[in-house]
Every structure is written in C-alpha cells, then in structure tokens.
C-alpha cells in the first residue's frame, strides 16, 4: 500500500509553545504524519519563535498592532498558510481572533485546545490562567482540556476530542493548569492532529466522525 503524504502543518501561538513542543516530540516518534512548515506567532517575545528557529522551522510574527486592522494581519496570516501549501492550521495557544475569510479558506482545517471541557468555561476572557481561576471558584469536581474545530465564535466550534483530570481540594490555578498540560493538552492535542493527518476525522451532518483506529 502506498504511503500517505505527510500533511503540512502551520502552528500559531502566542507565549511559551508547550503544545507546539508536544506536537514536534509526536513527529519525531513518527507518531504524526505530518510536518510543521511554519509558525505564526501573535507576539514577537513568545518563546515559541526560539522552539521553532531552533529547529530551522520558518518563524513569522504576525503582531496586531503592527497591522492598519485585524483583515489585515490576517491576510497576510493567510498569505503565509498559502506560501506552505497548508493542511492543518494548528492553535497552541493563539491568543488572537481569526477573520471569517482566513477560515472560511479552511473549513474544518483550524483546530484549537482549549485548556476546560467546553462548553464550560470558555468564550470572551477564559483564556491561560484565568481558566482555571474560575473553574476553582466555581467549585468543579472535574476539569481537563478540549480539541475542537473552530468556527467563527470563541470556543463554540465543533468538539472532537476531550481529556478529564480529578480537581484536587488543594488545587491552586497553577497546579490544575500544570497536570492538565502535562496529564492532558501534551497527549490529547498530539493524538488528534495524528488522526487528522491520517485522514481519520471527519464532519458529517455537522456531526465529528472521529475513527481511533488507523
């Protein structure tokens, strides 16, 4: 049987880069079957740039002030997804609003983490910390993380795969955003984009398709 070919991968971010690190490790264990072409970040000091330069993978600052308006960072976000023959648009936590037109170009091709089991906890200013914040101050006896597609709202697109930790009593918002990170986004958000790159998720009816076998 002939092999697939390797999808082209394009990661947005905006700060440290943990889940564009966990994506990169799967790669390297020829766990996904695909290949990161560019990285595209909001912020010129996100670390991510240094995982990305390190490993001579084309790094791109796409900063919103630097910009007349959002159209216009986004098409040249989009430029930047076309010059890569772009399959998937990864966001390992792109903290920025995509226009309609960047997703509309990819339907069902630009997935998110979200670090909360959506629909709870997610929308306008649950974003990094500030999550897991309120998913202690309203009491949870569970939390974790969500892959899902996104649309043209925050967080309400079509969810694909989700991953629970236990919300300990001595929880603090650091300690609940390290063991999701590490006990979930690092294995949930690599699993999903090998799916992906296997051709093994698909919508239909508006309805996930989502096979676990390959």
Do not use: W
Request: proline share 4%; charged share 25%.
């Amino acid at each position: 049987m002939e092999a697939k070919r390797k999808k082209n991968l394009a990661v947005l971010v905006s700060g440290g880069g943990s889940n564009f690190a966990a994506i990169l490790g799967a790669i390297d264990r020829g766990e996904i079957n695909g290949e990161v072409k560019a990285v595209i970040s909001s912020n010129a000091q996100a670390y991510a740039l240094t995982r990305a330069r390190d490993r001579g993978i084309p790094a791109y600052v796409c900063a919103r002030g630097d910009y007349e308006d959002l159209p216009a960072r986004d098409r040249e976000i989009l430029r930047i997804l076309k010059q890569y023959d772009t399959d998937y648009v990864l966001l390992a936590g792109y903290l920025g609003i995509m226009s309609p037109f960047l997703l509309e170009e990819y339907p069902y091709r630009v997935i998110n983490i979200h670090p909360a089991l959506l629909p709870k906890f997610g929308g306008k200013g649950f974003f990094g910390i500030h999550v897991h914040e309120a998913v202690l101050a309203a009491g949870e006896s569970e939390s974790g993380a969500t892959v899902h597609f996104v649309d043209y709202e925050t967080d309400t697109g079509l969810i694909i795969a989700q991953g629970k930790v236990k919300v300990e009593k001595d929880d603090t918002p650091q300690t609940l955003q390290s063991r999701i990170l590490d006990n979930v986004e690092h294995k949930l958000f690599p699993k999903v984009v090998a799916a992906l790159c296997d051709d093994r998720i698909t919508v239909q009816n508006g309805k996930v398709i989502y096979s676990e076998e390959k």
